[in-house]
């Protein structure tokens, strides 16, 4: 089945600092790639994602690209804020196969940031 | 409100008893998923429907677990003779294609964190 491996945590940076948060994959065909975040006491949200081979999601200055020869989807940022503290998740979901409702998500890696 | 919205959001539970989770998405969505959250841990997939149409439910854990969607909106996750390795968060997200679409985005509620003691 497929899979999602991201870095384990916790991740503790200074303000201003650079961030990167890795994630590898295992999947049949060609899965949509995401970052969502879950900042305390909130649900989880999208945070951006990617469709296909070296698509290049980003938002609110956090960047990754999906790199399909290194099955990876790493989260960059290169300025951390301490609002970025939070818990990031990386997932997949599958396109266009009987599996397409079964998303799989890593487990978690919690950044804190401090001033 | 414009979000998913689930209730309740704390439910307690003993051992035995049958609990019933309910999720509201967003309006005119047509997927939604229910996922399984223990601490410390990503969201496992439970099962996921298309409108009223429960297509995949490969990840409920075992037949006490049962979900429905009737009229392809609010849905409910039953669970029976709850145990306490059933404690965890149960998140629902909604989306507004079909699974398996590129674009699917999945919008989530806040969970409902249930405890079996």
């Known amino acids: 089945g497929n899979s999602v491996t991201q870095m384990e945590g916790p991740v503790t940076l200074s303000e201003e600092a650079f961030l990167t948060i890795n994630c590898t994959y295992t999947a049949t065909g060609y899965p949509s790639l995401f970052w969502y975040v879950q900042y305390p006491g909130e649900g989880l949200q999208l945070l951006l994602k990617a469709t296909k081979a070296d698509d290049k999601g980003s938002n609110k200055g956090f960047e990754a690209t999906y790199r399909k020869e290194t099955t990876s989807f790493h989260l960059e940022k290169g300025s951390v804020q301490v609002s970025d503290s939070a818990v990031y998740f990386c997932?997949?979901?599958?396109?266009?196969?009987?599996?397409?409702?079964?998303?799989?998500f890593g487990d978690g890696t919690t950044l804190t940031v401090k001033p | 409100g414009a979000g998913v919205s689930q209730s309740p959001r704390y439910k307690v539970a003993k051992r035995g008893q049958d609990v019933a989770l309910r999720c509201d998405p967003i309006s005119g969505h047509v997927s939604l998923f229910w996922y399984q959250q223990a601490l410390g841990q990503g969201p496992e997939f439970l099962t996921y429907f298309q409108n009223e149409a429960q297509l995949d439910k490969s990840g409920l854990p075992s037949d006490r677990f049962f979900a429905e969607r009737p009229e392809g909106s609010v849905s409910t996750l039953k669970i029976q003779r709850t145990q306490q390795e059933d404690s965890a968060v149960y998140l629902c997200?909604?989306?507004?294609?079909?699974?398996?679409?590129?674009?699917?985005?999945?919008?989530f509620g806040p969970g409902t964190r249930l405890t079996v003691l």
């Open positions: 997200a909604s989306s507004l294609h079909r699974a398996g679409d590129s674009y699917n985005e999945q919008f």
């Open positions: 997932a997949l979901s599958p396109t266009y196969n009987t599996n397409a409702g079964k998303s799989t």
